[in-house]
Structures are given as structure tokens and as C-alpha cells.
């Protein structure tokens, strides 16, 4: 199947897009985001970026989404690169077997998140990146990355998705609180919890988070952001991590790296092959997009893709 | 890196048994199955089978151990061939953020084990494979697909051992009756434990396992034991949930789906490279082979090899 | 009101037990036993044991019921009286914060039950009881000490009730072998087992049972069971641990020390006053008599007794 | 025993006191809050509020300490006056087997507290009392109860130890914040937090606070602070919920409703009898006053008071 063509790929992704179209069951965007709430869940988009930096893609494409937690990976390459391994000394490596927003395990853990990609471990990756920086340092810093990674200068935050996160941002609020009291925690909880949901508040297009992932995929001509050594690891964090506590059927269905957000956007990363990028504003029960995951099963049974054989 | 050649391995196992031998903190053989607690851990073997029937092989590979939780994934094997997808009624795909022995989850999730790999998930795939056959029958199906995927005859039960776990099983009993009391065990509990004990009991050689394990990473020339499709899971299930509660960080430094027993045994998966097996009777805290995980992490770095990138 | 007759009391039982028999939601018998599962919800019966063996009743008071773990009171007491202090090595103090069956907080307290009156802090003390008895030593033991506190010979194991409760002892005996794992199970778990459905299937009237807890009230001319020291241990338990998830609710709203037992009985004590016992067979979200609950809330309020002022 | 004097009281008393100025090992000040870590671990008094205003005391008694968590006892009084048992919507009345500040109850009960005199509770009653009003008028509402309730005017807040708690207030903020996600906290958390702190700032004397707790013990001549079966409810929670996870320890050693406080006070009801403050800053593991339980468990020895009997 290595034979795919861009050509056959698109023919692949068309059906995608084709058959998610038809899908009845759509899942609910978040509601505990206000500005999210109200996103047209009629929307799905595909798109693909592939060696020597051609892109196919299908659907809405093109529509700038709120990225959240997939902007937890790129934070993440960040702060590897910054604080290298001292970095797990404040977050695990496993996954939590709990839902992406659990106070439970912290308190078992005594303030040590579990894995950098549930909430409480982005946001000791976020307050470690802050050290002895000003929040817009740290998010000018997140937004050269996806410029430099994606190849598009044309990637923003928007505002008025951090100010509504922000105004309801009481959960997280109390896992940060948690973890400073448990020394786990930095600087003010206010500066830590406002970059955080600045930097999940990003919005760009499955074409661009494509471009973006290509260095994680390996793909002939892609950026090279970092090391390839820590690649694979940030890829075994995705795989075994990335779905929160629907990681394990992720992996089981599709079997490559994947990190979902609660804007309705998955990013997969095709080793080798390709970086791929998923759309749909609907969630299922574990908080992840429903017709991204259904969308990425059929990608991975049509091109044989995966990591495990 | 794709270009080492059997030479190359040999050279590298020769290297890694070296370094293994040198270790002055060996981890402690488990001392819950008393036939166990008096293996002598000073012992390291590990094997490696190539495309084209090779086998490479350094220390005490031809020294037979007991498998234990190494069972699982041919149970599991066998389980999917005789019951398909509604076996996943009965047991999870979840890595359980907990230890293998747990029986809190089981409360949480109502008599439904987290994941095949973990002590209840494994008595619900034995009870599910019991379901109308003797003991005597399913053991004698474990022993006829090790042989066969192992090619070699000389695979059996150390009933001494098998007799020692059943003296102690209370807590495998309890979970088994946790089970039973959500209707989620079928067969009586003293059947499915016996079964149990006994399928954990197989003694195999690091060859022998690096062998039996070829299937799974569809090296060429390797006997056809599953469809290509459950490979994929297989190994998907082995790389979430393989290490119990240090699944994650065995992702992370090694990235190969693999899974450990408590005998000291690691059963690693290459796809399309090699089958791996290696043993070291000292366990760490998580009830993983010390030395095992230690020697698979430079097997990693030495041959560049991870499903990650 | 300290000056409540006996005439008074009779008054307050019937009022109470008419208003009882107009109840329309009266809560379902248990139907994890068989044998209690077709009991008739319809029943109702409270009975009163007064200074000088005095017993005044009203509904269904002289009908015979299990007294599950009603039993686990006497049992208490009789260990106790023969442990002494050592039995808190085995089994602690305080209130679970969980249901009756939970088998959490035994991992988390690593094989101590929280309280004797959880059930695996009952087969706790059962077990303690047993070293180097028989079961029918301790079911004799047993029953002497109730036909001795309610002098009346006429009080029997319903054996058919016992059996009916073995054959469905999943939870139980997963209770059990999790203690053996942790060392707090000294005889084999089907002789505790065994022994503990005996004793839950005693049967007894109210009457019998307002009688048998007079030795808890110290009401004058009560036979005197144990130390009066001991006697208040045993009060201060059944009001923090009496009644599984709902004895802060029980103390709330009745302010008497209690005990319920899954076939629909609760023992009260009003130290000084009276022994009081209720039965209606059907049962709460919490496990215990819903009409029982009721009745005793309405008992209190009529004769303002509370232990707490 | 009903029949002691005042004068056999006061020479219990002075034995106490002499008893535990002997004692060496005297547990530790709570180190969190920096304010009370430096409060002399030698200091001992006790005092006890009899029928008719008389008070008898030993050792230590009219030195000001921080009540702390004894505030819990009357921000719940107030709030039942002023809410009755609407207050019951927002926090439960059962024991929670778990730390004064352990925040997985919160999770698993889906933000409502298990009880009012756990810090969550605490903070889900102090927030029900500062609907539509200003913390300094809950505060002063709280210093009005005290000052009427123990009938002395010279009761104040120490605002550095408030501002030493709020400083280091990250677990209670946690607590907060969780049950503002919840929707069981409705105004701004600063403002609940900050009223709680202030209110657990109150300093008093043993003598003050064995006075202010009359109405609880319903001792002849006391203020009638609420109605009688309202002080019955509360006795019921101080009983199952006023030592943490102690609670039921306490109960079965001293057989009275208690609340204790951090900063090393508990006071104690001895229902028609007494009211009764103990005080020495050293705490236990559960973070109760060492001294002062030991010295509470003589006390119930000596006077035979207990309400079980």
C-alpha cells in the first residue's frame, strides 16, 4: 500500500468527506465554552500533508478552527526543547486512565499530573515554559513555532475564545490551585491559567495543522523543528495519551499518534507518510471529535496505514 | 538503519548482555508465587528473531523461564479468533492508570477490567475462551498455538509452579469474584483461576518466545497465526496497556509495543524487523523486569528501531 | 417528656404503624439474596423493649425475619468480649464514606476494613471469632448470647436463607480473598464465608430483637451482656457506621444509635429508654429499610429521645 | 455520677492539666498556615460552661487561640437560621471517610461536599450565608453569635492570621474553584475564600469558647441561640463529622459531639451537662489537637458522661 499516490489519497479523502457529510450523528461541540458552543457542527474537514510538501485535503479545509489541546504537542516540543528531561520532574509519561479534567489522580499523585496532554499536566508544561517570562513571550514563542512548522504566517489567537475560556476557566482553575499547593505550580495561578487558554485558543485550518505536523510525521522536506530522537517520543506520548481515556481505542481502531482537542480537531501524525489534520465540531462522550475519530478509523483502513505492522 | 545485518544484531545483543552483566541493582524476583522467589537473578537472556527464519540470541536465551503475564497475549490471540469483537463486551481497551493487580477500577467500571493485559482483563479472555471446554482443552490450545507459532515442540506447563500460584491466588480470586458478582465471569471461579495459573505456568526460552512472537511482527517467512488486521491490534493493545502502570514510559523510551511478565520476561515487537525476547528475573517497582526494560531501551538507541519515527 | 407511660409508647407505635401502612413508595426487598427477594413489601412491624420487660408493639411485630446484619451487633459484642482491644488490629473505626459492599477503601487501607459494620469488616470479625472454632461453635455461641439478651430460646438460622446467600456470595467471598491477600483472613475464606451467611440468617421477630438490644440501652432489669463501658463502644459505632452511606443521615434525622439489616430490620437504642426495633422489608437507595427510616424519623420526633439532647 | 459538683469538676480538671503538662510527646502545630506554625506546642488549658454560668478551667484557659474549623460549628448554625434546610441542597450530612481537604469526594459526589464541617462544606456554607450580602457583615454576624452566645463582647478576628491563611490558600482555592465548576459556589471565589479565612481567624479563650458552646449542651441558663431540635442536628454532625477522619475514633473513645480546629482547640457538648473547650497547639496525624483528645478521652473517664449509655 506504500504505493499511494496524491492522487489515490485525495480519491480517499473525498469519500471521507463524502460519507461524513451523510452522518446523522454528529456529537455536540463543548458547551463549556460559550464562543464554542454556538460552531456550525455541520462542518468536517480533512487535509494531508505529504512528502515534498504537497497537501490534499477535502471538506471545510480552509476554516480556521480553535485548535485547544492540540496546541498541548507543540507547547510540549517547546518546553522538551527548553527544559530538556528536568521537564518530568512536574509531569508523568503515563497514561491517566480519567477523564481529560480529573482532580482524583492529582491528589493520588500528590500534585504531579499524570502525562503533559490532560489538563493538568499542559498546564504545568504551560507554567514551565513561563519561568522568568512574560505570557505574550511565551505565546509569541508558541506562535513562531506553528508559523515556522505550518510554513504560513497567517496563524492567530483568537481573543474572544481566550476571554470565554477564561471567564469559565473554574475547573482548571482548581487543578492549578491543586497543584501550587503542592509547590507544583510556579507562577500565579492567574498568569499560568491566562497563557494557557491564550494558547488553546490559537485557531487554524486543517491545511495548516497538517503543515504544522509534518515534523512529527518525518516527512521528506518537512521543517525540522526537533530532534527526531525526541520525536518518537513525542509521538509515544500522543499514542498512549492523546484521547485522554479513550486513548487505548484510538490506537486499537486507527493505531497512529493522535491528539484530539475540544474545538473538534484531531492531528495524526503517519510516520514517514504523512501528517494529517481532522475536523468536526462535534464531541463524543470522552470529549473528542466523533466524526474525526470515525473519519480517521476509514483513513487508516483505506491506506493501510499504521504503526503496528 | 534499515541495513543492519544479522551480524550487526548479534554484535549489539553480545553488547547489551555484556552491560547487563555488570548491574549491581538487579531488581528482586517476585516473591507472591513462591516457585518463583528462588530463581536466581543474576541470570540475563535475550533473542531475537530475524526475516527468513534467523535467530540471534545472547546470555542465558536457552534457559526456560515462566512466562506468566507473557500468556496473555496469545490467550488474546486465541480469544479474537474464537469470539471476534464481542469479546469487547467483556474487558476494556483502556491502559488502566493503575497496577496490574487493582480492584478499584473494577468497582469504578462495574466488573468490566480496564484492558486485556491486566490480571482481571486476562481471567475475563480465559473465562470467555473456557465457555463450554475443560480446562484441559483450552491449555492444550495455548500449548498447540505456542508450538506452532514458536515452531518447536518442546513448549510445556511447569505444574510446580502452576500448583504454587493457585496456593496463593487470593487476589486473583478476588477479582474473579468481583467479576462473578457482576455476571461478568461465566464459568465457576476455581475453573477460570486453575486455567489461569496454568496458562502463566508455560516455561519458554528467550528463543522460543522471540519465535512464537514472529507472527506479530509480521516478519517474512514468519507462520500466518492471525489476520494482519489483529496484528495491528494486538500490538496496539501490547503498546497501551503491555507494562501496566509503566506502559507509558516503556512507550517512551523504547517505542515498541511490548509486554512483561512477572517471571522477568519481556516479549518486544518490531514490525516487519524482528521479534524480540528478553528476560531478566529482577523486577522493579512496577512488577516489570528491571534489567529487561533497561536492555530493551538500548536495544532501541543501538538499532534505531521504534514505531514512532 | 420524660414521662412517656407505656400506654403512651403503644399510642405512638400505632399511629405510627398506621401511617406506615398507608405508604405507597415502599422501597424494594433485596433481590441479590433469592430467598428474600419474594418477602411481602407490604409487612410492617415496630416493637419497644421498656424498663422492667416491659414490650409494647404494633404491626407485624411478632413475624419472623432474617436479620442479616442486625447480626453483625452481637457478633461485635461477642468478639470483642473475647479479643478485647486486639481486634482493632484488624478492623477499624470510622465511618467508610462508602456503600456496604465496597471493596475501594480495602485496597486503599491495604486489607483493613474501615468498620465492623461494613461486610468485610464483619467477616473480619466473624474470622476473628472463628480461630480455632467451628462454625457451629460460633453459630452456637451466637445464638446463646441472642436468646440470652432477649430471653427466648425460639430464635433459629433459617438455613435455607444461608444457603440461598452462599450460592450468590460473589461480592462477599471477593471481600474475603482480598483480605487474605493482605494477611487479614486467618481460616479458609469459605469457613468464614460460611459461618457469616449462617449468621445473617438468623431470624427473629421485632419483639425478639427490641428484647435481645435491651443489654445496649441499659434499660433496668435488662440482662447485663457486657461492660457498660463496652456498651457504649459498641452505641458510638452503630450511630457513626450503623447504617453504611446514610448513618450521617440516620443520626441527623433520628439522633438514636442503629443498626439495619438488608432483610428490612433496624435495632435503636435509646440509652436509658428503651430497645427499639422496626422492619419493613423494602428497602432504599442506601440498602437499608425505607420505612424503617421513616418510622424511627417519626418515633423520635414523637418522643423527642435523642442522644443528642 | 450525675451528682458532681462543680468543685469535683475543677479537680478533674486540674489532674487533667497536670497530666498532660507530663506528656512529651505533644504532635506538632500545622505548619501551612505560617501564622500559627510558631504558637508554642507546651501551652494546655481546658475549660468547662456548667449549669447556671458557672465555669471551672485549668492550665491555659484564658489564653486567645484561632478557632479555626470551630467556626464551622456556628457558620452553620447561622446558616440554618437563615436558610433551614434549603442548605442541604448544597452540602451533604454524611462522614467522608476521607482528609478535612481532600478534594476526590468533591469529584465523585459532582461538587457537593459531604458535610459542612469538611473544608469544602465549610466553604459551600460560608458562600450560602454571603448571598447578597458583604463579608464584613457575615463576619460581624458571626462575631455578634459569638459575643451574645458566650456572653463577653472581647471576641475578635486576628487579621494577620487571616492574611497568613489567605497567602497560602491554594488548596482551599482548589476546593472552591472545583465547586464553582460545579455551579455549587455562587459568588467570586476571592470573596468566599476570603470571608472563610477570617472567619477561621476568630481568636478565643477555653473559657470563651466552653461558654459559647452552652447552647449546644442545652445547660441550664444558656442563651438559646437556635431551637432545640435544630442543637440536636448539629450534636449530630459535630458527632459523625467533627474529628475528620477521626470522627468515629472520637466518638467511640469520648462518646461526645466534638469539633476540632487546627489551631489545636476542639470543643466538646456534653448535652445537659457541659460545654467543654480543650486546647494545646501540637495536632495528630488525622490534624486533630493531640493533647486535647487524650485530654477529652480522661475527661469522659473520669465524669462517665458520654451520650451512648
Redesign the interface.
Known amino acids: 500500500m506504500d504505493t499511494l499516490t496524491a492522487a489515490d489519497l485525495q480519491q480517499i479523502l473525498d469519500e471521507i468527506a463524502h460519507a461524513m457529510a451523510a452522518e446523522v450523528d454528529r456529537g455536540a461541540p463543548a458547551t463549556y465554552i460559550p464562543e464554542l458552543a454556538h460552531v456550525d457542527p455541520s462542518q468536517f474537514g480533512i487535509a494531508m500533508a505529504l512528502p515534498g510538501g504537497q497537501v490534499v485535503a477535502a471538506g471545510d479545509a480552509a476554516t480556521p478552527f480553535s485548535i485547544q489541546s492540540i496546541s498541548k504537542v507543540f507547547m510540549l516540543a517547546i518546553a522538551l526543547g527548553r527544559l530538556g528531561d528536568t521537564l518530568w520532574q512536574r509531569v ?7 477523564a481529560f479534567n ?7 499523585d500528590k500534585g504531579i499530573p ?2 503533559p496532554f490532560i489538563n493538568a499536566g499542559a498546564l504545568a508544561v504551560t507554567d514551565a515554559i513561563l519561568k522568568g517570562h512574560q505570557p505574550r513571550e511565551v505565546l509569541g514563542e508558541l506562535l513562531r513555532f506553528l508559523r515556522e512548522a505550518a510554513g504560513d504566517d497567517d496563524i492567530h489567537i483568537n481573543r474572544a475564545v481566550a476571554a470565554s475560556e477564561q471567564a469559565t476557566a ?2 482548571n ?6 497543584m ?2 503542592h509547590g507544583n505550580l510556579k507562577n500565579p ?1 492567574a498568569m499560568t491559567i491566562g497563557t494557557y487558554v491564550h494558547q488553546c485558543a490559537v485557531e487554524m485550518t486543517c491545511e495548516q495543522l497538517a503543515r504544522a505536523g509534518r515534523f ?3 516527512v521528506p522536506g518537512s521543517p525540522r523543528m526537533v530532534s ?1 530522537a525526541r ?3 513525542i ?3 500522543m ?3 492523546g484521547h485522554y ?5 484510538f ?2 481502531r486507527v ?1 497512529l ?1 493522535g491528539k484530539s482537542g475540544v474545538g473538534g480537531g484531531i492531528l495524526v ?1 503517519a ?2 507518510r504523512a501528517s494529517i489534520c481532522v475536523w468536526s465540531p462535534g464531541l463524543n462522550a470522552q470529549g473528542n471529535s466523533k466524526l474525526g475519530a470515525q473519519a480517521m478509523e476509514r483513513l487508516a483502513r483505506a491506506t493501510g496505514w ?4
Open positions: 508523568g509519561r503515563e497514561p491517566s486512565g480519567a480529573s482532580i482524583v489522580q492529582l491528589e493520588h499524570r502525562n473554574h475547573r482553575t482548581a487543578l492549578a490551585e491543586f501550587a499547593a495561578t512529527l510525521a518525518g527526531s520525536v518518537r517520543r509521538n509515544a506520548l499514542l498512549t495519551c481515556d479513550a486513548s487505548g481505542d490506537a486499537y493505531g499518534p501524525v510516520p514517514g499504521s504503526v503496528f505492522g
